[in-house]
C-alpha cells in the first residue's frame, strides 16, 4: 500500500540489486547487457535512467516490467521480487502500442475492464484520465485517426487508468517532433505533480532528463551500470534556458559515454 | 489542381463508372449489329430480354432466379462449415506450436490443388448428389481460410501481447481481447479469396455434373448450341460473383473500421 507522504522518511520502493543480464548471442557466446547494476528508486520519486543509445537503458525497464528476468542479482518492487509482467507497473511503451482496434476510451479502460472493474465504475475512471492528458472529445476516435502525440497521451492515460505502483516510460516521447516533445514534457509534469505515481522514465536526451527529473541516474554502455548520479532540485516548471540548467547540462553532457 | 472532397470523388465514382458500363454495352451492340461477330455472339438487348423472360418462364426446371437461388445454396452450406472449420483450425494452428507441426505440411501440400482437380472424385463418391457440390465448395474454401487465419495469428504483434500483459491480462483474455480482433481483418481477407474460389468452382462443378444451377445453365446452352443462353448463365454468374464480394466487403468495412487508413 501507498505509505503517507507527510512526515516519514521515504522508503526505497525499487531495489535493484547485483542485477546482471546476458542474453546469447546469434553466433556464440553471450552477450551482456548489464552488470553490478544497483540502484534504489524512492516512492513518488520521479527517476531518469540516462544514456548513450542502445546502452541497455531498456532492457533495464524490460526488467523490472517483469518480460525479461536477470540472469542474476533480484529486482524488487514494493518489497515483492519481479517475476513477470504485473498491473501494480505500468508501462508507457515508445511505440505507443495502442491496440489499434479499440477506441480512445477502448484503449484506457482495457487495464480494468480485464481486472474485472465494472463498466460504469471503469469508464467514470478512463473518462478522468482521458481528461487529464487533454483528449476529451477523442473518446470515440480510433488511434489511426488520431496524431502521435495524441496517441502517446492516450498510452499515458491507459497506464495511469490502471493504477499502477511504478509508472515506466520507455522513451515515449522518442517518435514525437521538437516542439511537440516539449510540450508532452511539459504536460507530464503537470499530471504527475498532480498524481504522484513512482516514475522510472528512459531517454537519452539530456534537456528532456533534466526538465523531469528528481534524480538522474547516467548510465555506461554496454553492460551497462549506473556511472553517475545526479539529484535535481531545481525548482519547477523547469526553464530549458535557466543557468543553472544548461550548467548541469553541460556538465552531464561531459559525462556520459559517446557512441556512434 | 484541385483538390476533391470525398463526396466528390465517391460522386465521381459512380458518374464515370456508370458511364463505362453504358458505353460498354453500346459498343458490344454496335460490333454485334454492324460487323460478322453479330453472327456468332447475341448482342446485348437480345441477352437483357432474354434475362428478363427467364426470370418469368422457367428454364428448365426452374426460373433463372430458381438456378442462382440453387447455386448460392449450394456454395453457402458448404462455405459455412468450410469458414468455421478454416477460423477454428487456423487459429489453434497459430496458437499452438504442436498442432502448427501436425497440420500445416498436410495443409502446405494440399492448398495448391485446384478445386475443380477435385471433380472427378467427387463425382464418383458423391454421384448427382448436392453432397458432390458441398464437397467441391469446402476444398475451395478451407484451405484459404485457415492458412489466412494461421498467418493473421502468427502476425500479432508482440508488442500489443507485452501491452497486454502489462495491463493485467491473463492468457485467455490475451487470447479474446488480442488474438482474436487482430485476426479478424485476415479472416475477412481469407474469407474474400474463398468465396471467390467457391462460386467459379460451383460453377465448374455443374458444368460438369447437374441438373440445375447456373452452370448448368451454360453447358445445357452449349449442347443446344444455345448462345443466347450461355451468355445470359454468363452474365448471371459475373454479376453475382460482384454482389457476393460487394456483400463481403461491405461486412469487412463495418467490423474492420479501425483497420482502414485515413478518412
Not at chain 1, 504485473?86 to 502500442?97: D, I, K, L, P
Not at chain 1, 475492464?113 to 477523442?138: C, N
Not at chain 2, 443462353?229 to 459475373?238: N, S
Request: hydrophobic share 45%; charged share 20%; net charge positive.
Amino acid at each position: 500500500m501507498r505509505m503517507e507522504q507527510t512526515g516519514k522518511v521515504k522508503k526505497d520502493f525499487i531495489v535493484c540489486k547485483d542485477v546482471m543480464e546476458e542474453f546469447p548471442k546469434a553466433d556464440e557466446g553471450m552477450f551482456r547487457v548489464a552488470e553490478n547494476l544497483n540502484f534504489t528508486v524512492k516512492e513518488n520519486e520521479f527517476l531518469v535512467l540516462f544514456g548513450p543509445g542502445q546502452c541497455g537503458k531498456t532492457s533495464i525497464l524490460n526488467m523490472i516490467a517483469g518480460f525479461d528476468l536477470p540472469t542474476s542479482g533480484s529486482i524488487t518492487v514494493d518489497g515483492q521480487e519481479v517475476k513477470g509482467p504485473g498491473a501494480e507497473r505500468g508501462m508507457v511503451f515508445q511505440t505507443t502500442c495502442l491496440f489499434p482496434w479499440l477506441t480512445v476510451m477502448g484503449n484506457v479502460e482495457y487495464g480494468p475492464k480485464v481486472r474485472g472493474v465494472g463498466k460504469k465504475e471503469r469508464r467514470k475512471k478512463a473518462q478522468h484520465y482521458i481528461d487529464l492528458v487533454g483528449l476529451q472529445g477523442f473518446e470515440n476516435h480510433f488511434p489511426v485517426k488520431i496524431s502521435g502525440g495524441m496517441k502517446q497521451r492516450v498510452g499515458i492515460a491507459r497506464a495511469y487508468c490502471n493504477e499502477p505502483v511504478v509508472m515506466l516510460m520507455d522513451e515515449p516521447f522518442g517518435h514525437l517532433d521538437a516542439q511537440t516533445r516539449y510540450l508532452m514534457q511539459e504536460d507530464l509534469m503537470k499530471i504527475w505533480e498532480r498524481e504522484k505515481r513512482t516514475v522510472i522514465f528512459v531517454t537519452n536526451n539530456i534537456e528532456e532528463a533534466l526538465y523531469l527529473a528528481d534524480r538522474i541516474l547516467v548510465l555506461t554502455n554496454c553492460p551497462t551500470k549506473v556511472k553517475a548520479e545526479y539529484k535535481i532540485d531545481l525548482p519547477r516548471p523547469r526553464d530549458y534556458t535557466d543557468p543553472d540548467f544548461l550548467k548541469l547540462r553541460k556538465e552531464i553532457s561531459e559525462v556520459v559515454d559517446h557512441t556512434l | 489542381m484541385q483538390t476533391k472532397t470525398p463526396a466528390q470523388e465517391r460522386r465521381d465514382k459512380i458518374v464515370f463508372g456508370t458511364l463505362a458500363v453504358f458505353l460498354f454495352l453500346v459498343i458490344w451492340y454496335l460490333v454485334t449489329k454492324l460487323t460478322a461477330f453479330g453472327e456468332i455472339f447475341p448482342d446485348p438487348v437480345t441477352v437483357l430480354a432474354n434475362i428478363g423472360d427467364k426470370f418469368v418462364n422457367p428454364l428448365g426446371k426452374v426460373t433463372l432466379a430458381g438456378h442462382i437461388l440453387v447455386s448460392i445454396r449450394r456454395v453457402m452450406a458448404a462455405f459455412v462449415v468450410a469458414a468455421a472449420g478454416g477460423i477454428v483450425l487456423g487459429v489453434t494452428m497459430g496458437w499452438y506450436p504442436v498442432v502448427e507441426a501436425i497440420f500445416k505440411p498436410i495443409i502446405e501440400f494440399l492448398r495448391p490443388i485446384p478445386p475443380i482437380a477435385w471433380i472427378p472424385i467427387s463425382i464418383l463418391w458423391y454421384g448427382f448428389s448436392e453432397m458432390s457440390k458441398y464437397f467441391l465448395i469446402f476444398l475451395a474454401s478451407f484451405f484459404v481460410i485457415t492458412i489466412s487465419v494461421y498467418s493473421g495469428v502468427k502476425s500479432v504483434d508482440p508488442m500489443l501481447i507485452r501491452a497486454a500483459r502489462m495491463l493485467g491480462a491473463k492468457d485467455n483474455q490475451l487470447f479474446t481481447t488480442i488474438i482474436i480482433p487482430s485476426v479478424v481483418p485476415y479472416i475477412f481477407s481469407g474469407l474474400q479469396v474463398a468465396l471467390g474460389n467457391s462460386w467459379a468452382s460451383i460453377v465448374a462443378a455443374e458444368m460438369v455434373q447437374s441438373n440445375m444451377g447456373v452452370g448448368w445453365i451454360i453447358i445445357t446452352g452449349q449442347q443446344s448450341s444455345n448462345m443466347v443462353q450461355i451468355v445470359t448463365g454468363i452474365v448471371c454468374i459475373a454479376v453475382v460473383g460482384m454482389l457476393l464480394v460487394m456483400i463481403m466487403r461491405g461486412l469487412e468495412n463495418k467490423l474492420c473500421a479501425w483497420n482502414k487508413q485515413g478518412r
